[in-house]
């Protein structure tokens, strides 16, 4: 028996607490700091993006102004060397709209600030005029430098603000006139932000009064955690673009690198209970495994299956108590042994080296053989023996597993059946007997009665003296045909009630139902029954012993002729029909059938009608039907009956196509 493993008891195991205690210190620690400063992280990029995106948004918009700026400069230099006139200016103010949508419209004035030109039918000041509008008072002198006006409402508007640059014409160093250029805000805002900023941000353009001239918020107002202001400084006017960021305080467990603290956190503590609940387990195992091998050793100790395992090369690592038992040998004397075995029959030695050459290959039967042991006093006994690969925990194969099992008292079992199962047969044979008697005087009626009708019609030639040569050869041949026939019928039904191989051939249904067809009329002439046939054309061969199914046909139709015995003349009728169709149910089989007009047959009389001696009729003995059903079944064919649609019964067989 094998030692109990045991696992040393240490004066101290604070150690392995102190580490996970002080790593869950850490970690909670770091949890506690680390979601703060992720989101201040997060917090400032979100501000830093903002502030990037905003000054790109003022950049855009002063880079776009200037360049106006600079092709209406152009243009006034073309006016000023009187290039374009008023109407070919005005074109050309046109077009500029046209490739620039941020200007909303253009106005040519001359020195005396008077319109000379302008895209929109409405004035730009009212009745105040450029002059007017602007007072020279409240600016430096802008004779000859370009300004920007202050935002100023546009006209037939309620909050549309308008942002105007006057860019003058000079001519040597005069001031000829100037062209006004005026925005809408809200379009500076439209065209020059681009629409994911505006998505994210609520924009806006202010006064010096911090006064909103214009605003876009296409994802809805800013929740003014994230804002930014810039200027935009324009000659003689200054504005303030404010951007307010529609994006939330970031979330503390949204952040990916909380999450995992979190779950890191968890890991560890739940590796903490971990370590603890294994340490108890080990604990718990030293006492369990004590009692596991206890167990173990008393089950092996029990099992009536010898067990033995060996390794790759065929030697012994185990053995248990019922192998050593069966054997008659001890397991120190088997552990360790490579073959020949010591329990190894002398005169079955080759047998049993090469069975272990192909259990050495791999070449295992699941299904187990029988062999020869010999015990240790010589005596030897059958077992049956299975073998199975033995693989570790890592899946690798490292010998092989086998069960023995002591098969003498099952052999015995069987030789004793064996005995009784052939008293059984002779048993069997015997009452055979008797059924040979019953057939025998059934089936030898038809072809004897045949013989006594020919030989009374050739004695009543002979009486009359009318002897016609003829129809007394005739007469004599069928009297011989009928002989021949009787001993057909025995020798078939002997054979067939010996179970033996019946003398089967390939016949035509056709041609053996035209054989049997001149017994069957004339049994159905004395009882005045009128008899048809309905053959199917080119119907296959079947394999059968040609007498036996004939002496079916003539029990089935002498049966059907009996059954119409009573009924009115023009209703006897007896139909025998031939089929070969895959629908009547019997696909592969030639189907036969006999029908007739009848009385039919009862539901109680239909429970017993294949029954041996079980007859409705008062000579009867009951063992046609049995004998029918016999035969066609012998020949691999069913026999069965159902009632005719129209009175009467149809009795139907199946024979297997050859």
Known sequence: MPKLLTFPRRTSQKWRWLLPILLVLLFLITLIWLPWQAQRMEANERQEQLIADTLWVEQAIQFQLNRNEEIVQQLGKDIVQEKLNPATATDRFRQLLKSNYEIHRIDWFDAQDTLVGSTSESPLFGEAGLRGSHPQSSVIDWQTRTRYLAPTIEPNTNNTYLLSCEIPLIKGNKRIGSIVVSYRLQGILEEMAPWWFAQDNQISLLNPDEKVLAERSAGGPGKNIYTHLRQLDFPGLTLTLRT???????????????????????????????????????????????HQVAFRTAMENSLITGLRARDMEGRLTYVNPAFCKMIGRTSEQLVGRLPPMPYWAPEALDEYQQRFTQILAGAITSKGFETIYQHANGERFPVLVHESALVNEDGVQTGWMSSILDISALKNSQELT?????????????????EIASMLAHELNQPLAAISSYTTGAINLIKAGTID??????????????????????????????KTDINREPVSITS???SVSPLIELQAQGSNVTVRYRLSDNLPNVLVDKILIEQVLLNLTRNAIEAMALCPPEQRLLCILASCEPE??????????????????????????????????????????????????????KLNHMDNPLGGTIFRFSLPVK
């Open 469 to 498: 040569n003829t129809l007394l050869q005739s007469a004599l041949e069928k009297a011989n045909a009928q002989t021949l026939r009787a001993g057909h019928i025995i020798r078939s039904v002997h054979q067939f009630v010996k």
């Open 244 to 290: 307010n960021s529609t994006k939330n305080e970031p979330k503390l467990l949204a952040n990916l690198l909380v999450l995992s603290v979190v779950l890191l956190s968890m890991g560890l503590i739940w590796s903490l209970l971990a370590l603890w609940r294994d340490i108890n387990r080990r604990l718990t195992a030293e006492g369990a495994l004590r």
């Open 584 to 637: 009547s149910g019997f696909a592969g089989h030639v189907l036969i059938e006999v029908v007739d007009r009848g009385h039919g047959i009862t539901e109680e009389t239909a429970k017993q009608l294949f029954s041996p001696f079980f007859s409705t009729k008062s000579t009867g003995m009951g063992m046609g039907l049995n004998i029918c059903r016999t035969a066609i079944e012998f020949h691999s064919g």
């Open 512 to 514: 053996l139902i035209r």
């Open 418 to 434: 064996r005995q009784q199962q052939e008293k059984l047969h002779a048993n069997a044979r015997l009452a055979t007997m008797g």
